[in-house]
């Protein structure tokens, strides 16, 4: 344990508000954690300003969306479609001198 000579300050900012979850606006600290500042020991008060630190960065944090690409499934064509004829191109570099018939 380090020698402190100073007491850890209250991260209070005088926006005394609470969230939905029950944090204060201004310094993010619990109500627990507002009660019982002046009972804690410097220790414990660096690790609630770290705690606070954290809420704070991920309120603030941008929200990632996950985008996800939508393929189509490809269809099996139908038997009752009809059917499109593919038309074969003559290709000039077949030879066919070796065949018998």
């Known amino acids: 344990m380090q020698l402190e000579f100073f007491d850890v300050p209250s991260p209070c900012i005088g926006i005394c508000q ?17 009660q019982s500042w002046i ?13 606070c630190l954290q809420r704070k960065k991920r309120k ?17 064509p139908s038997l009752l479609d009809p059917q499109s004829k593919k038309k074969l191109e003559p290709s000039s570099d077949l030879d066919f001198g070796d065949f018998e018939l």
């Open 60 to 76: 603030n944090a941008i929200p990632k969306i996950k985008v996800t690409e939508i393929t189509t499934p490809e269809l099996q």
């Open 18 to 34: 609470s969230d939905e979850k029950g944090n204060c606006l201004g310094c993010y600290r619990t109500r627990e954690e507002r």
């Open 39 to 51: 009972n804690l020991k410097s220790d414990d008060k660096q690790k609630v300003i770290k705690r």
